[in-house]
């Protein structure tokens, strides 16, 4: 069950702040490139002190209205290309789904931690966990769209259930109409310019730039999942989302940190 606002005594709470709306330059020479389409972020408040375990050393739950918070999201990365190879084409087009921890370090930077990244699409899976340690899983992941309608599913190898193996999720959602950049959530929830990755015993900052979204609201259509219990999650499973907003997306530059 999900609590109500306000961390607990015995969890550091870090002063609210709100991100930058643009991106820093990146301090290095990307290592990849994708458009990321079709972007759907379903986001929960969650108690800090259930989530504080969650996320790689040296981070905190980062806090907007004294709680942690949660996403689930699906994305389309198309036209990905890893320099210096040339553009994948086809080859470089996968769904991802995500569940995700907001995540702020000891030096301020405010980003994400990935719980789970769903995707079909080993050689990324590969690559990523390898290389970062993020913790790609493939499954049969796929996405549509249907005009104002986006649509993303991902379903695990194995039995149905709760557990990593078989773990699901269908997600649809319809836009309802611009969402403002300056509402103090909205800016908290989207503007992450970086994602905190555990790998051989340290935690990493990876950095993102994109230009800023163009967001709406949306409304939930379809939302029958288990990714966020398989992920430590469970204590959200079947509740409403408190915040869903959509995209068309952005080109977005991976970098290292």
Same mark, same amino acid.
């Given at each position: 069950m999900v609590t109500e606002p306000? =961390? #607990?005594s015995?969890? /550091? !709470? =870090? #002063?609210?702040? @709100?991100p930058s709306p643009t991106a820093p /330059? *990146? #301090?290095?020479? =990307?290592? $990849?490139?994708?458009?990321?389409?079709?972007?759907? *972020?379903?986001?929960w408040r969650v108690d800090p002190a259930l989530v504080a375990d969650l996320v790689p050393g040296g981070c905190t739950p980062d806090l907007h209205d004294g709680s942690a918070w949660v996403a689930l999201t699906g994305y389309v990365f198309a036209d990905s290309t890893v320099p210096p190879l040339p553009p994948l084409g086809r080859l470089g087009t996968m769904t991802e789904v995500t569940v995700e921890i907001l995540t702020v370090d000891a030096d301020g930077r405010q980003g994400i931690a990935y719980r789970s990244i769903d995707t079909q699409h080993l050689p990324a899976?590969?690559?990523?966990? *390898?290389? @970062?340690g993020l =913790?790609? $899983?493939y499954a049969r992941a796929g996405s549509r769209r249907y005009g104002p309608q986006i649509a993303h599913r991902t379903r695990r190898p194995g039995? !149905?259930?709760?557990?990593?193996?078989? !773990?699901?999720?269908?997600?649809r959602v319809r836009a309802s109409g611009p969402a403002s950049p300056s509402d103090p959530l909205?800016?908290?929830l989207t503007r992450r310019w970086g994602v905190h990755a555990h790998h051989l015993g340290r935690t990493s900052w990876w950095r993102l730039e994109h230009e800023p979204w163009v967001l709406e609201r949306a409304d939930v259509l379809e939302l029958d999942e288990t990714l966020l219990a398989a992920a430590g999650l469970g204590m959200l499973a079947g509740t409403p989302p408190d915040s869903v907003l959509c995209s068309t997306g952005a080109d977005v530059r991976y970098s290292r940190g």
């Open positions: 306000g =961390p #607990p015995d969890v /550091p !709470a =870090p #002063p609210e702040r @709100i /330059p *990146l #301090p290095h020479r =990307p290592v $990849t490139f994708h458009r990321q389409r079709d972007v759907v *972020l379903l986001h899976i590969a690559a990523a966990r *390898l290389g @970062i =913790p790609y $899983t039995g !149905a259930g709760e557990g990593a193996a078989g !773990a699901s999720a269908r997600l909205v800016a908290f």
